[in-house]
């Protein structure tokens, strides 16, 4: 109660704001602006959805601040995947409207969107927004250039940011 806190760059869901307001918690929301947009996104496409037969599917590791905020965004109703191997979670026969958090691997995301594609049934239809931070993708030809001029290269990152990993992949 009553005190400052400081939001990281991954967003939050909308009940950590009310929680704030209820405790009389002054808020210093640092949270990334592409992060900020996707949310919005995200809200909007389920607030828009044509049918109730649209899922709104996010790929996105499991319990990650950002992806938990993106879910938050549509009180919980998102099917979340970390990779194609979790894709019997997702009805085919139903329309989709795919994300992905911010930080997930371009390729990754562009090889789920062919493979969900080839798996769509007849009259069910694939919307899906790239989302991915240019920030963290555009640095992937860099550093795999300068992993190559470099014969030793000492990489700190947080055990659990994705960030990091990909960076590191």
Known sequence: ???KVLLRAHGEPPRTYEIAKQNNITLVDASCP???????RIKKAYETVPSPDTQIVIYGHHGHAEVNGL?????????????ESELDKVDFSKNIRLFSQ?????????QLVE????????GANLEFSD??????ANRIPNITTFAQQNDIIIFVSGK?????????E
């Open 1 to 3: 109660h009553d005190v």
């Open 115 to 122: 493979t969900v594609q080839t798996r769509m049934n007849e």
């Open 160 to 168: 659990k940011s994705s960030n990091g990993k990909v960076l590191f």
């Open 34 to 40: 592409v992060v900020l947009k996707l949310q919005s």
């Open 71 to 83: 879910v938050g965004q549509i009180d919980g109703n998102a099917i979340v995947i970390e990779d």
């Open 102 to 110: 911010t930080t997930k691997s371009l390729s990754g995301f562009n």
């Open 131 to 136: 989302t991915i931070c240019r920030q963290v």
